[in-house]
């Protein structure tokens, strides 16, 4: 199965959003747990959370991620902000345990000057305040383009940040391939060589979804502008290369092009085309 799929809007709860990505052809979705400029977030209704579920169990939606919002800084340099991740990292995992089974994605963050020694060992830190033996939810570091102080452009900051984590079980990667490329990993011309490295540095049974996005920017730019598939630097055969690897072609697989609903229809379409096993399974 190819669980494939695009970042879609969490304002009519679950069960709408479910109802929209199925009619996108979509097997997979991301949404922000609350506004992804930061603040509230909305009360979850168990019946509503349900029918999502209920989608998962008939194999109709594969695992979906939740992707905390931009402003979550667990390695800001300022005290407060890095309580304030904390806090909304907590408090978004409890929610989550409402679609038990599924990913939370986080940007491990910016350490503002402190260094990345530093915003490695906070970004633990707090990872081990949140994380519970008893959560459903995996955990996932995604890893970054390396713009200005961002911490996992490298993989080896995020085996790092990894190898610091109590509770490591409950954590993984997501792999986003305008980011990889923008911090200079060649997925285009060397798609195995990077997923080579990727395994000898973090491991590939850590690797648990992927964001799907061309960049507008040539590798190694560290510039994190994404671009629709096949329209920026990456083109649409690195896409096809992706969709059909056996490392990958399992993973949930989310579009974060800059895009409405019918441009993911039409890119969810294409890859599907692209893919060997398209959407009834190996
Ligand atoms: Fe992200
Ligand atoms: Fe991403
Ligand atoms: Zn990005």
Avoid at 43 to 68: F, M, N, S, W, Y
Avoid at 201 to 216: C, F, I, P, Q, T
Avoid at 259 to 264: I, T
Avoid at 272 to 278: F, N, P, T, V
């Amino acid at each position: 199965m190819l669980y494939l799929g695009c970042h879609l809007s969490f304002s009519g709860g679950f069960a709408a959003m479910a109802q929209t990505a199925l009619g996108l052809d979509a097997t997979t979705l991301q949404f922000f747990t609350r506004n992804p400029r930061g603040g509230s977030a909305k009360t979850i209704d168990p019946q509503d959370a349900e029918v999502l579920c209920a989608l998962q169990r008939e194999g109709k939606l594969g695992p979906i991620v939740a992707h905390a919002s931009y402003t979550v800084n667990p390695c800001s340099a300022n005290e407060a902000t890095r309580n304030f991740a904390l806090e909304t990292m907590q408090d978004d995992l409890r929610r989550i345990e409402f679609i038990p089974g599924n990913l939370y994605n986080f940007h491990p963050g910016s350490h503002v000057g402190q260094g990345t020694e530093t915003g490695i060992e906070q970004i633990i830190q707090t990872l081990n305040a949140i994380l519970t033996p008893e959560q459903h939810t995996t955990v996932l570091l995604e890893t970054m383009a390396g713009k200005g102080s961002e911490v996992g452009g490298r993989f080896e900051e995020l085996r790092a940040i990894l190898d610091g984590v109590t509770l490591g079980d409950q954590m993984g990667v997501c792999l986003d391939t305008c980011h990889v490329f923008d911090a200079g990993y060649n997925i285009k011309d060397d798609l195995d060589g990077v997923l080579a490295e990727f395994d000898r540095v973090v491991g590939l049974s850590r690797l648990r979804a992927l964001h799907l996005n061309d960049s507008k920017n040539p590798i190694g730019s560290h510039k994190d502008r994404h671009e629709k598939i096949g329209l920026g630097s990456l083109g649409v055969e690195t896409f096809a290369r992706i969709v059909n690897h056996p490392a990958l072609r399992h993973l949930p697989m989310v579009l974060e092009t800059p895009n409405e609903l019918d441009g993911y229809a039409a890119e969810i379409a294409l890859l599907r085309a692209k893919a060997i096993d398209g959407k009834t399974g190996m």
